[in-house]
């Protein structure tokens, strides 16, 4: 049984950074869509952005050019680089990743999750 462990949240003023990133314990790691999604308060979960196995990337609009995505299949880490963040990006940030070919309904692991919260 694989997992997904989250490290890198924590609270930061607005404008500020954050670096998030999500260690798994799968077999075939490099065969694997990566995702970061998030949920704030009285939110649904959304999917913040995708990294596929093919290094194809994708961002929700609102954190284009303020977020990046990479992975590295050596370490097996999918990480996420945020940079002036502001209070709508607090939320609770989940790492992800599904098997290539399939879609981000069912993720295959989910990490635990780690709170962003953007605060003066």
């Known amino acids: 049984q694989g997992q997904l462990v989250e490290s890198g949240g924590g609270l930061v003023q607005p404008g500020g950074s954050l670096n998030l990133s999500c260690k798994a314990s799968i077999q075939y790691f490099s065969l694997h869509n990566g995702a970061w999604f998030r949920q704030a308060p009285g939110k649904e979960r959304e999917i913040v952005s995708t990294?596929?196995?093919?290094?194809?990337?994708k961002y929700e609009d609102s954190v284009k050019g303020r977020f990046t995505i990479s992975r590295d299949n050596d370490k097996n880490t999918v990480d996420l680089q945020m940079i002036n963040l502001q209070p709508e990006d607090t939320a609770v940030y989940y790492c992800?990743?599904?098997?290539?070919?399939?879609?981000?309904?069912?993720?295959?692991?989910w990490g635990q999750g780690t709170q962003v919260t953007v605060s003066l």
């Open positions: 992800a990743v599904v098997q290539a070919g399939r879609d981000w309904s069912q993720p295959d692991y």
């Open positions: 990294i596929s196995w093919t290094r194809n990337i």
